[in-house]
């Protein structure tokens, strides 16, 4: 299976490279201004997925308009360069998302949002593709029955074929309003929907997505093993054949490969110091894996500022104490093994390429 990171386009783990300056202050232990702040402006959500990681943790709580306000102005202050809107909970749920998103907008920030699909009309569309870097849509399923075993609609509505007709909304829209906003679907896979990546793959490109991103379930599934890989390989063969110059379908194969291999290639958690978690109950978390989980809580927005939070001593400590080990597979893990080989100090010949 070809798992070059270059063919990754947006997902490639080598993205960290735009960001010397932030990669130099980490490594020479200077206070390191995270790239992106991920802001979860709500923790309900409409669907009741099978693997959602946040289970039992959703409230039902809403950011306040008041401190996504004050995120979005101290974190643009401290050099963040964009930010993301996704969960726990489903961002559109939240009355204050088209606020958030314009206003960091206006402040310069790059931002994107990551949604269920479900709970969007015409004006919301419309305004987010104004506003927005790129929007993904995860589906999870090319059927129904599929989606409705694994992403669990509450109370039936909102089901598969609204979350398809609104991606139609969105490719019909933005050709209208000339909208340059990437339009992804994403896809997690497991045992319970790996049959129908061909078909999702189409189905995708029929709606006029820009991509499909298939990657795999953590925390839910046992490790994947030969069988599922070589099941894999098969179908992602016949979904590759529906890529064309502008829609693409990527498999992060990396992070599938990953499931096999739970230990990690570097000792330090350093890559949570390029990226900061606002939840919404108004605390801040260490990286998005660990959110409302209180021994990753690193500062309440309520009562601090975001620059204390962020370069405040309890981050530091937090950070020095954790064992990579004990977590789990994570989406900074490549990022980790960069910045752990530029952190060495016994790497050697580094002049000689
Ligand atoms: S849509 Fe997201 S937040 Fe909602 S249940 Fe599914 S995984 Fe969890
Ligand atoms: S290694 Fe652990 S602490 Fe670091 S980003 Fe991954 S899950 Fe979070």
Redo the contacts with the bound molecule.
Sequence with gaps: MDDTFTNLYQFSPLKILNHPDRIGDIVNKKDARPVTLEIDLSNACNMDCIWCTYKGKLKGEILIRSLVKKAIIEGRKLGIKSVVFNGGGEPLTSPHLLYAVKLASIEGLKTALITNGSLLDKNKIKDLLLYTEFIRISLDAASEKTFDLIRRPRGGRDGFQCVLENIKKFTEIRRKINSKTEIGIGYLVSHLNIQEIEKAASLARSLGADYIQFRPVCDHEPDFDDTFLKKLSHYMEGAKKYETKKFKVIFLLHRFLQKNEAE?NYSK?L??YLTAVLCADGKVY?????KLNSK?EIGDLRIEHLKSILFGRERKDLIGK?D?EN??I????KY?EILNYLNDKKRRHTDFL
Excluded: E, S, V
Aim: aromatic share 10%; net charge positive.
């Design positions: 990690k958690c890559a949570n260490l990286c998005c894996q660990h990753f954790i990579p977590c789990p994570c989406r900074y893990d980790n």
